[in-house]
């Protein structure tokens, strides 16, 4: 499998990474998305594994803290072989200090994390969510410590704005701390709302993106189908999808991905996790799974490289209005603000497209 440097650090993943907000033996949010523990846990591990992927992410607050336990365990055999990431600010604990990103959180949670996992390192550190109450001094301070003793190697943040993000690069810079090197954000065919500053803010400051929900909670999976009856017993049904759904919207897409799948003689979602592949500043594509089944068909994408038509096919048919400022710049001020590269052109697809 294919591996790309996360950011500018010289720490390399693999495209695909493995989601363990599946893992887990009961919770009454958490356990409707998955419940895989044990002997099938340490199968999708190793399946993972021997595909490639090198990249393990999961968070304290998946199912109260099992997801972590589960993940620990199956890894024993691989764990020098492998890169743990987990993330903190959620609550845990009925405590005022049980959550959010103060120095007090996440000391206790890099090290309850620590023993769950059963480590001796975080390989990357993730803050979990943003916290206006905190003050960014005290939350880089507290992560560069961490480095330092060694529980953590590498740091990035999730579910962040972009001015929160360049506010804590500005802090690490200014303090002579140790930076975020990556950050984790929603993105997917049907949500591309990073693009307009998540996306160009992460290049600029040399941050490697990491995605979560790629397929949209299933949206993408291939199970949706325009005119026909929703699936039962799905993350979707039981939870509902992320984020707000256009139908007539998410239908277009879904009808351009079928098309796409069935002249490629491939899955629906296996074309969809390809398509952010190709986007600019993606570094790993996080793919979670219910069972063998699924993950199964989530790895077999990092093999499907798209053409650059097949890129504008899927823009063209998921495009959203861009908001203000954004239209404007690029209507009257494109010159001066140049948009990036809509697609990573390599090798490989170059020798493709001459075959096709």
Excluded: C
């Amino acid at each position: 499998m294919e591996t790309r440097f996360l950011g500018k650090s010289g720490l390399q993943v693999s495209v695909l990474s493995m989601g363990t907000m599946t893992f887990g033996r009961d919770h009454p949010f958490f356990g409707k998305m998955g419940k895989v523990s044990g002997e099938d846990a340490d199968r999708m591990i190793g399946m993972a594994v021997d595909a490639g992927v090198n990249l393990f992410d999961s968070a304290d607050v998946y199912s109260a803290g099992q997801s972590e336990e589960v993940l620990g365990q199956a890894l024993k055999p691989h764990r020098d072989n492998v890169l743990i990431a987990t993330k903190a600010y959620a609550r845990m604990g009925n405590g005022p200090n049980d959550l959010g990103n103060s120095r007090q959180h996440l000391v206790k949670a890099v090290e309850a994390s620590l023993r769950r996992l059963q480590t001796d390192r975080i390989d990357l550190m993730q803050i979990h969510g943003q916290d206006l109450h905190t003050p960014v001094e005290e939350t880089m301070r507290a992560l560069d410590d961490l480095i330092g003793a060694g529980k953590v190697r590498y740091i990035g943040a999730s579910n962040h704005s972009a001015w929160q993000m360049m506010k804590s690069l500005a802090t690490s810079e200014r303090l002579g701390l140790e930076r975020f090197i990556s950050h984790q954000v929603y993105y997917s065919l049907i949500a591309r709302d990073v693009e307009n500053e998540m996306v160009p803010m992460g290049l600029d400051q040399g941050l490697g993106m990491l995605v979560w929900s790629p397929l949209s909670g299933g949206l993408l999976s291939g199970k949706f189908r325009r005119d026909q009856p929703a699936p039962e017993n799905t993350r979707t049904s039981a939870l509902g999808a992320p984020g707000t759904i256009d139908d007539e919207h998410l239908y277009g897409v879904i009808d351009e991905l079928v098309a796409i799948s069935l002249e490629r003689n491939a899955k629906p979602s296996q074309i969809a996790l390809s398509w952010l592949l190709s986007k600019p500043g993606v570094s790993s594509v996080i793919v979670g799974a219910r069972n063998e089944a699924q993950l199964a068909e989530n790895l077999g994408a990092a093999a499907i490289i798209l053409t650059a038509n097949e890129v504008e096919k899927l823009d063209a048919a998921s495009a959203l209005p861009a908001p203000f400022p954004y239209w404007h710049q690029r209507q009257y001020a494109a010159e001066r603000n140049p948009q990036p590269e809509p697609y990573i052109r390599r090798p490989d697809l170059i020798d493709e497209e001459k075959e096709r």
